[in-house]
């Protein structure tokens, strides 16, 4: 019997790319550079979701949500693609340093001990 993963590898790359993206637009929407009028983008698709009327009602199990899904993602895509590039290639450049140390760092690691304690027990 073959050893088959929960997670295929595509699935877990797709997975790590959408968290590097999500880290990516975080990391843009708190920059002061970034103008406050592209800070709009986000919200106005948050808004969207969180409106009562949609293109798609809701109560279409899969299809209601997947406009929202949709929208969303959307927003985030674009709030990162007007930002400047200049300012996406220094936090992308950010982001892959700071996770290429934790991978390789030694200090990511904590090396300790422990002791349970019963509740009765004072130190």
Not at 47 to 57: E, H, I, N, Q
Not at 92 to 102: D, I, T, V
Request: hydrophobic share 45%.
């Amino acid at each position: 019997m073959q050893n088959k993963s929960v997670y295929p590898p595509q699935r877990l790359g797709a997975l790590i790319e959408a968290v590097r993206h999500l880290r990516l637009t975080w990391r843009l929407f708190r920059d002061g550079r970034v103008p406050i009028w592209l800070k709009t983008i986000p919200f106005l698709a948050l808004a969207y979701v969180l409106f009562p009327l949609d293109f798609l009602p809701d109560a279409v199990l899969g299809l209601g949500q997947l406009d929202d899904l949709a929208l969303l993602l959307l927003g985030i895509e674009l709030f990162v693609n007007l930002c400047p590039t200049e300012l996406v290639r220094q936090h992308k450049e950010r982001l892959s340093q700071a996770g290429a140390a934790a991978e390789s760092s030694p200090e990511s690691v904590v090396d300790s001990t422990y002791r349970v304690q019963d509740r009765d027990e004072h130190p």
